[in-house]
T-cell receptor
């Protein structure tokens, strides 16, 4: 499809295990964002990638969280030693930023990965 | 980002226009108004955005007051599938604050 895709759609893990969440952005989009949404809460920014620039990691809640983006496309969010408070829906968004985007850079979201830590 | 204020909830009859207001009295000159919606258990969906002129697309219309301190999202013929939380966001078109900041939004319920 032409939209942002994420996998898996659901992930159940045990406390202390590591998990990897994947995001495939819209083809050609240079910017990629990770957010998370806890039950009944708003979106919380985690990390932002733009082209070859150093990522903005200011939203990562702890050093157990990390993300990488390979080849300027696919991104993986890794959570090490998961805790119950990590349970949330993890959302990825991409946008076309820079000169080609003009004055705005609309973000398009994927369906999210629902993470449950038991 | 400028703070936005939206009603917590609204109801609308199916087939009627849904008008969702948003106050953004501290909006800056370079900030755009974006609207997203989130249907239960789905990722946020982009609806429309604008700077100072009214905008229309296949989903909705966006009316921005002349002083830009408030705006209204209009769904011209609401359907049951439009039931969702609607978020109004203001965001600069340049600079370092690229992430979206979602507030509480308005829960729109379209009634049959």
């Amino acid at each position: 499809g032409a939209g942002v895709s994420q996998s898996p759609s659901n992930k159940v893990t045990e406390k202390g295990k590591d998990v990897e969440l994947r995001c495939d952005p819209i083809s050609g989009h240079t910017a990629l964002y990770w957010y998370r949404q806890s039950l009944g809460q708003g979106l919380e920014f985690l990390i932002y990638f733009q082209g070859n620039s150093a990522p903005d990691k200011s939203g990562l809640p702890s050093d157990r969280f990390s993300a990488e983006r390979t080849g300027g496309s696919v991104s993986t969010l890794t959570i090490q030693r998961t805790q119950q408070e990590d349970s949330a829906v993890y959302l990825c968004a991409s946008s076309l930023e820079g000169r080609l985007a003009g004055l705005t850079d609309t973000q398009y979201f994927g369906p999210g990965t629902r993470l449950t830590v038991l | 980002d400028a703070k936005t204020t939206q009603p917590t909830s609204m109801d609308c009859a199916e087939g009627r226009a849904a008008n969702l207001p948003c106050n953004h009295s501290t909006i800056s000159g370079n900030e755009y108004v974006y609207w997203y919606r989130q249907i239960h258990s789905q990722g946020p969906q982009y609806i429309i955005h604008g700077l100072k002129n009214n905008e229309t697309n296949e989903m909705a219309s966006l009316i921005i007051t002349e002083d830009r301190k408030s705006s209204t999202l209009i769904l011209p013929h609401a359907t049951l599938r439009d039931t969702a939380v609607y978020y109004c966001i203001v965001r600069p078109h340049s600079g370092s604050a690229r992430q979206l900041t979602f507030g509480s939004g308005t829960q729109l319920t379209v009634l049959p």
